[in-house]
């Protein structure tokens, strides 16, 4: 059965029918209520579904209050019970420590994320410490170890018997400038080096208990067991002699030698 129009109350046929605002209506018959303009399903705007045109859209106004004595008494009222609510609300929570929250499945699901987030940290963590430092780290520790074997094995290669309880330290002597100064002005002579003189021939036969290198010029380089002939004593840690196997001579300590 067809439907009546919402403005003239005749029956709607299917060709002229427009259907809006949840009511029927002749396309003639649909025009603003004012200005009676024709409207369409694009150009209208439905206020208490009766149909205006943009121009005479009815605009929402609203109402001023006068701040009369009884306004205000009122707007304090309200104020004060406000309070009241917020004070009874912060006394019943105060102690807590926190915040009632509902278990909505949102935050369900937040919740179960963070503690999957928490358990695959917690086993990243737990397999680093079982499996020990990180590569950067793990090569930093080799080469420092393999640093302090290498010193470490360096004197045992040098005394394959034993440590020396107290190894001789010679230090040569500092150089000394003689200047000369002729008026205000002092010019440098070169540098004069002190070296010891080499004793008289004639002395004792010693053997080499460790191998030594030469740290200076005046002195000479041996291995464990070459024999150190023309043996002569300088003071109580050096001795000046000559080494069988190669012919050099010059001073060697005396805790590296025993007497022959």
Excluded at 3 to 28: M, Q, S
Excluded at 70 to 97: A, D, H, I, P
Excluded at 144 to 155: E, H, L, M
């Amino acid at each position: 059965m067809n439907p009546n129009c919402a403005r003239c109350g005749k029956i709607v046929y299917p060709t002229e029918k427009v259907n809006c605002l949840d009511k029927f209506w002749h396309k003639a018959c649909f025009h603003c209520e004012t200005c009676k303009m024709t409207l369409n399903m694009k150009n209208y705007k439905g206020y208490e579904k009766k149909p205006y045109c943009n121009a005479h859209y009815p605009k929402q106004s609203f109402t001023m209050v006068a701040d009369t004595p009884e306004n205000l008494r009122l707007k304090q009222q309200s104020e004060l019970q406000s309070q009241v609510r917020y004070k009874e609300e912060f006394e019943k929570n105060k102690g807590k420590g926190f915040s009632v929250v509902a278990d909505t499945p949102e935050l369900q699901r937040i919740k179960k994320t963070q503690d999957q987030i928490s358990n695959i940290k917690y086993h990243e963590e737990f397999e680093k410490s079982r499996m020990g430092p990180s590569g950067g780290e793990a090569l930093e520790t080799e080469r420092r170890d393999s640093q302090d074997n290498s010193s470490y094995r360096r004197p045992q290669e040098q005394q394959p018997h034993h440590i020396p309880t107290s190894a001789p330290v010679y230090q040569q002597p500092q150089q000394q400038q003689v200047t000369q100064s002729y008026g205000g002005y002092k010019e440098p002579a070169a540098p004069v080096s002190i070296q010891r003189g080499a004793p008289g021939g004639g002395g004792k036969r010693y053997r080499a208990v460790y191998d030594y290198s030469a740290a200076d010029e005046d002195e000479v380089s041996f291995q464990d067991g070459d024999t150190i002939v023309n043996v002569q004593q300088i003071d109580d840690g050096w001795m000046y002699g000559t080494v069988e196997r190669t012919g050099d001579t010059g001073m060697l300590p005396a805790n590296y030698v025993e007497a022959i």
